[in-house]
């Protein structure tokens, strides 16, 4: 039986994949009004987690402000079965926040892994432009291991203070995202997550979705009835007095005419308790991939 998603695209043999994308809050020593600090949100965010990838055997995770040892919390949580990739981004190796992608082990091989510096000089650690901050993308190129389905993902923080940083690097993301799909027989899906310190009307958005030439924000090619959550608020902040909540956390695509898209949710960072698990919510896609000629997917 085919099936078909709200795109309205049909294949024989989809794989079903979940993309996350979520600014988890570095762990800092000093926490805001609101904030509790990482020891406290950690078991939280991680059972959140755990929560968004059971019992999807191809889900990729985008996180972003990851110190390393927040690195190393986030992988025990989800487990042996997983990995990730990514450097920090004042080093190059540990230093600094990351931008890792987690993704499932025993599910994808990671055939090629790159972080890239969002300056003029993308392959050794820097800041760019007007940026009060080194800016990072950490991208992989996959591959199913049953199936031998190829995706690309990115993952990414742009700066909050540097204007002209941010639209300077949604020229670069757009330039190197061409680059990691470029050559291929079958353009393989590319995926973008991230922070981007801009709403909507931003010029680093309307960079990277400009029509012909940009990605697309995928939240715009689900149906609204598909869509679950407060489409309109991703930055919550801790709730500290001045701090307006907005959209600035997005999932984009490149090469999406093959795809079904069968869902798009934001959802809650904090509940009764009221505990923010982070000032950002996570931002989920479910999707639907076409499998190589004859190949065929797990129930």
């Not at 996350?20 to 991680?46: M, Q, S």
């Not at 709403?199 to 309307?206: C, I, Q």
Request: include cysteine; aromatic fraction near 8%.
């Amino acid at each position: 039986m085919e099936s078909t998603g709200a795109s309205g695209t049909s294949s024989s043999h989809p794989l079903p994949v979940r993309i996350v994308t979520l600014n988890i809050r570095y762990a800092t020593e000093r926490p805001d009004p609101g904030e509790e600090p990482w020891r406290i949100r950690c078991p939280k965010l991680c059972a959140q987690l755990r929560f968004i990838t059971l019992g999807h055997d191809s889900v990729f995770v985008c996180l972003q402000e990851v110190l390393h040892s927040q690195l190393n919390d986030v992988q025990a949580c989800l487990g042996p079965s997983w990995g990730h990739i990514g450097q920090g981004r004042e080093d190059g190796k540990q230093a600094g926040e990351y931008s890792p992608i987690f993704f499932r082990t025993d599910r994808w091989l990671c055939e090629n892994s790159r972080t890239y510096w969002l300056s003029e000089t993308p392959d050794i650690p820097s800041k760019g432009w007007d940026a009060a901050l080194e800016r990072i993308v950490t991208i992989g190129s996959f591959r199913h291991k049953e199936t031998e389905t190829a995706a690309v993902v990115m993952s990414t923080h742009l700066d909050h203070q540097g204007e002209v940083a941010r639209e300077q690097s949604a020229r670069l993301l757009l330039q190197l995202a061409r680059t990691w799909v470029i050559g291929r027989e079958v353009p393989a899906p590319l995926f973008l997550g991230g922070d981007l310190n801009s709403t909507p009307d931003g010029g680093a958005y309307k960079v990277l979705t400009e029509p012909g030439e940009g990605m697309k924000d995928i939240s715009t090619l689900v149906p609204e009835h598909f869509k679950y959550g407060n489409q309109e608020i991703t930055y919550t902040s801790f709730g500290e007095q001045g701090e307006e909540p907005k959209q600035i956390d997005f999932l984009f695509v490149l090469n999406p005419e093959r795809l079904n898209f069968l869902g798009f949710s934001i959802l809650a960072n904090q509940f009764d308790d009221q505990i923010y698990l982070s000032d950002h919510r996570p931002v989920v896609v479910d999707l639907e991939i076409p499998c190589p000629s004859g190949q065929m997917t797990r129930s």
